[in-house]
């Protein structure tokens, strides 16, 4: 399944670009996650990320399908 996955913040550094296709067997936000790692170590090295799905905040249970609105949110500092 493809996917579309987009990226805001330091993701988008990571990735190079503000959105990426990933190429996943599974439907899950997991398996999602895991390809991404592996295509992108430094995302790894985050304290921590968000992935939204269809502008929702997602567990790794999450089940996702071709043309869902994936978003990758990195951790967020204010001042």
Known sequence: MKIKVLAFGVAKDIFKNPGIN???????????????????????????????????YATDETLIKEGDEIAVIPPVSGG
């Not at 090295?45 to 992935?51: N, P, R």
Request: glycine share 0%.
């Open 22 to 56: 990933v190429v996943i067997r599974s439907t899950s936000l997991l398996e999602l996650k895991i390809e991404l790692e592996q295509q992108y170590p430094k995302l790894k090295e985050l304290s921590s990320y968000m992935i939204a799905v269809n502008n929702e």
